[in-house]
Nanobody
Framework: EVQLQASGGGLVQAGGSLRLSCVTSGFSFDDGVIGWFRQAPGKGREGISCIASSRDKKYYTDSVKGRAIMSTDDAKKTFYLQLTRLRVEDTAVYYC??????????????????????WGQGTQVTVSS
């Protein structure tokens, strides 16, 4: 059974940093795509970052480019999202997700939420001004 569990959220001041973790089980990172998403109140789910099984490229949405780093630890079956220079607008529930197997549209829309078929429960990140 594929499972993902996100953690690491909390209350952070603007300009600060945090690292989110997603502990996984039931699949290998080589089986598909892993990614991070977020959903702010009243908004849709936004793709932030993802890595495909090929590991040749990391994708980041424009709003976090230069402020986010996604990484993996295969031995711990855990992947991470490091966010720096946090902004109030980064406040959201953050989700980790997996797309297994990789969909045919991945190359065109790597951060499209409906393409991901496994989801963690979310962790709240609140950035104060």
């Amino acid at each position: 059974e594929v499972q993902l569990q996100a953690s690491g959220g909390g209350l952070v001041q603007a300009g600060g940093s945090l690292r989110l973790s997603c502990v996984t089980s039931g699949f290998s990172f080589d089986d598909g795509v892993i990614g991070w998403f977020r959903q702010a109140p009243g908004k849709g789910r936004e793709g932030i970052s993802c890595i495909a099984s090929s590991r040749d490229k990391k994708y980041y949405t424009d709003s976090v480019k230069g402020r986010a780093i996604m990484s993996t630890d295969d031995a711990k079956k855990t992947f991470y999202l490091q966010l720096t220079r946090l902004r109030v607008e980064d406040t959201a529930v953050y989700y980790c997700a997996a797309q297994i197997p990789i969909g045919e549209d991945f190359a065109y829309t790597p951060l499209r939420a409906p393409s991901y078929n496994y989801w963690g429960q979310g962790t709240q990140v609140t950035v104060s001004s």
